[in-house]
């Protein structure tokens, strides 16, 4: 993993540019490095889509978008203006190899004017069918063939089962190097994210109780208060399990049960999680029911507002079967984790808004104080959003005559310790790529490994198998889910 450190000199097409990724995420943290002065000397952005723009018009609306949606404001106009002037655009037929070559003819013409030296950065902010295409296109048309570095940046979802991933990294691997292909999960991009392999392996305090041997459980909770917003149509083919628990998830698994890596590059870091996505114990189809819960939201409140189900929502079929929230227990089966149960628990329309591991430890094997039976177990969360931060709890003797226990807290938050704001997953990943480290990015096998898990619980719950479950908006799923706890004697944690 490289220091934050200025990017290497490239030339990013955008594909897409004129959609909401860009708008919201990709424009906003560019601006947001120059802000920084982490861009490179002659940096430059060509944004590439269907709509008929000119360089101002396109530049009209990066600037409003980045206004919009920067994470700092207010936003400064020289650094605005400066970073706008780096901003181009062609309109793309993606159908068309002519659009291709003439995009090519632009990209070289900056390149030679800016002294880029052909490093080409292509940024896939399309839709997944789009994927192939610009693939082959670009190899088509020669743009993978300057002289310089030629790396794409593919978003998610990567695939729609083991399948067509599979599939994907065979067309993506044909034209570019494993290297150059960096397929965004954008939790790893997260600050909190990154700290976890830091907080592990930083210090000598932790690791020695990472494992069976103390660990009782796992939890890891993904709680959205909003809904699926105008995004019913994506929504529909994906539900929770591939939005979430795919990816997000199942890379927050990775990073909390991986073994320590010997050094920190990109291939070693990911040796060490692809290891703990291959032994995650299969759910296979008779044992989806027991293992695994599946819920929609119905109409209800949230944080004060009465809000419709997901069935009304834009572009969802009135009879719609797409879980909204996912629940699932699994096992690594490996000398680390053995029959420590991880619970997964991903939802829209939850109570609130969270993300966090709970790593919960087991009863001291004797207990001196009779009051401490009472107590709950040390436990230390890992808050990945927001109020980011890590707790640790343990019982503290109560001042007073008695011996009377209580659970007590102590807490680490970056704003208090660090004092800056942290930066935008995308900031990162961005300058990752221009910078041509894959670390924070997951490698064809990774991808493969996690559809191979999530494949027959997919499959299972396609055939309506068990019976979805419903949920009013607002609270934590399903009672299914608590069942699911409950059936090992455990609690979902309450964040
Ligand atoms: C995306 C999902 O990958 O992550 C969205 O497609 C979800 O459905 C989002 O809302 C959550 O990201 P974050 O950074 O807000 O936790």
Redesign the pocket.
Known sequence: MHDYRVGDPSLMVIFGATGDLSARKLLPALYNLAKQRLLPAGFTVVGAAIDDLSDDAFRKHASEVITKFSRTQPVEPQVLKAFLDSVHYVKVDFSKLEDFRALQQRADLLDHERLIGGNRVYYCATPPPTYETITEQLKDSGMTKSAGFHRIVIE?PFGWDLKSARELNRILQRVFHEDSIFRID?YLGKETVQNILAFRFANSLFEPVWNSNLIDSVQIT?A?E?GVEMRGAYYERAGTLR??VQN?ALQLVALVAMEPPITFDATTVRDEKVKVLRAIRPILDGEVANAAVRGQYTKGWVLGEQVTGYREEHAVAPGSLTETFAALRLFIDNWRWANVPFYIRAGKRMPKRV?EIRVQFKRPPHSTFEAAKELDPNAITLRI?PEEGISLRFAAKVPSAGVRLRNVAMDFTYMSSFLVETPE?YERLLLDCMNGDPTLFTRADEVEAAWAFVDPIEAAWRDDRPRLSMYAAGTWGPEEADKLIHEDGREWHRP
């Open positions: 998610k954008h993904a959205e909003i939005d979430i997000h993300t959003q997953a």
